[in-house]
C-alpha cells in the first residue's frame, strides 16, 4: 500500500537486534514523535534506516523523513488497536518470533553464531523482540480491520485495469504451479505405548508431590512452554487443539488431566487459572518418534507411486487421492500457496529445500522423494510435480486476472485506510519534532500536530 510499508515490516525484527547489539557508536537519543502513548526515538529512525540499507533498500535524499512517515502510521494503529482492545494471543506473538529467529539463524549460521554475535542469549533476545512483534501484530491486525469489509467486484477490476497506462501496466514475476503426494511415516505401536508410559510415569509423579513446572521443563518436548514450567498463558475458545482445549476448559484449578492425543502428541495439563472464557494451564507434551524403519518405508512407497506415474499407470491426480496424506489430495494434489491462496509460487515463496530441488525440473516432471516438516512439525516425505511454469510477463486481464484483482483491491484498502487515517488523527494526539516538520510525508501529518521541542 504504501512506498516500504511491506519491507519494513518484513524486517522490523532486524531492527531491533541491530539495536540491541549497539556494537557501533552510540546515538544520542531524542524523541523524535509521539503518538497517543507511543514514542519515537531518534534510534528507531536510525537503526531502521541502516538495517533496510544493509537488506538492499535504498532511499532518497529525505531517508528520515520516508521512514518517519510510516513509523507514524503504524504508531497510530498501534495506539487505535488498544484503544479499541484488540488482543493478540501469546502463541500468535510466539510463533512469529520462533519463524523469525529460525530465519535469523540461517542466516548467521547457528544458534551459537547468533548468541556470540550479539552477546545475548537467545532467551534474552526473545524478551526484547516479544513486545515489538505484539506492537507490529496489533499494528496489522487493526489495518485488516479497517478494510475487513473491502471487496471489489470483476467490474470495479476490469474498470481499474482499463485505467491503466500501457507503461503502468504490472509485470507478473516468473511463478511455478506444483502439485504434491505426501507420505507421513507410520508411528510404531510400541512407541505409542512407551511414550504413554513414560507420560503417565510423569503424571503419578506430579500427583504424589512433584512439582509440575520443573517436570515440564526437565521432560517437555514443546520448548517455548517448558522453559516457563509448561505454561501456555491464557488462551480464549476456539485457540489451541479441540482436544486440548476440551479438557483444559473442564479442569479445577491445580488438577492435572489424564493424557490427551492431539495432531502435536501426546500431553498432561495442570489448570493454573480460569478467568471466564479464558484460561492459563501448563503442560508436558511428548511425541513418540518415528523410527528409521518407518521413516525408509515412507520414502520406498514414494519411489513405487513415482514409478507408476513415469510408467503412465496413472495419473498424478489418481494416485494423489488414492496414497497422498495431504489434504489436497482432492484437487489433484496442487499446492496452494500460503502467503497468496493461490496455487502460483513465486520462487522467494517456495520453502528453500524444496526450491533447489524443483529449480531443476522441466514442466510435467516428478521429483524423487523429498524431506519435509508436517503443519504439525512431524517428519514427513513427498514427490513433488511441476504443472506449469509461468514465464514473467506483461499481466493481461484474461491470464491474470487473480494478479490484478488483487491490485485493484489493494488500491481500494489503500483509499478506505487514507479515509480512516484522515478521521483519526484529529483524534489523536500526535507530536513530532520541529526539525522534522518541514518532512514531505505522503499523510498530512503536520497540519494537525503539535510542536515537540528540541
Known sequence: MRKIKSIISAVILFAAIYQAAAQEKVIIDQVVAVVGNSAILKSDLYNQQRQLESQGITFGPNA?????????????????????????????????????????????????????????????????????????????????????NVRVTPSEVRRFFNSLPQDSIPTVESETEMAQIVIKPQV?????????????????????????????????????????????????????????????????????????????GFHIMQMIERRGEQINVRHILMQPKISPLQLSKARSKLDSIRNLLVNEEMTFAEAALKFSDDPGKVNGGAMINPYTNTTRFRNDEIDQNLFFVVDRLEEGEISRPVPMMTEEG?????????????????????????????????????????????????????????????????????????????
Open 64 to 148: 528520515q523523513c520516508e521512514l518517519l512517515d510510516e513509523m507514524l502510521y503504524q504508531k497510530l494503529l498501534f495506539n487505535q488497536a488498544v484503544i479499541d482492545s484488540i488482543e493478540v494471543s501469546e502463541m500468535q506473538v510466539e510463533q512469529i518470533l520462533e519463524r523469525r529467529l529460525r530465519f535469523f539463524i540461517q542466516q548467521i549460521g547457528s544458534r551459537e553464531q547468533l548468541e556470540a554475535y550479539y552477546g545475548k542469549t537467545i532467551d534474552e533476545l526473545k524478551d526484547e523482540f516479544r513486545p515489538l512483534i505484539r506492537e507490529q501484530e496489533l499494528s496489522q491486525m487493526m489495518e485488516s480491520e479497517i478494510t475487513r
Open 188 to 264: 510404531e505401536p510400541d512407541e505409542i505405548a512407551e511414550t504413554k508410559r513414560r507420560l503417565n510415569e510423569l503424571r503419578e509423579r506430579i500427583l504424589q508431590g512433584e512439582s509440575f513446572n520443573t517436570l515440564a521443563i526437565l521432560y517437555s518436548e514443546d520448548p517455548e512452554s517448558a522453559r516457563r514450567g509448561g505454561e501456555l498463558g491464557f488462551y480464549g475458545r476456539g485457540e489451541l487443539f479441540p482436544e486440548f482445549e476440551a479438557t483444559a476448559f473442564g479442569l479445577r484449578p491445580g488438577e492435572v488431566s489424564e493424557i490427551i492425543e492431539t495432531q502435536a
Open 378 to 454: 512431524k517428519q514427513a516425505f513427498r514427490i513433488v510435480k511441476i504443472t506449469r511454469r509461468i514465464d514473467a510477463h506483461l499481466a493481461t486481464l484474461e491470464g491474470d486476472y487473480d494478479f490484478i484483482q488483487q491490485i485493484a483491491l489493494n488500491e481500494k484498502k489503500m483509499e478506505a485506510v487514507q479515509a480512516w487515517i484522515k478521521r483519526r488523527i484529529g483524534n489523536t494526539f500526535i507530536s513530532i519534532n520541529e526539525k522534522y516538520m518541514d518532512c514531505n510525508f505522503s499523510i498530512e501529518w503536520t497540519d494537525r500536530v503539535a510542536r515537540a521541542s528540541n
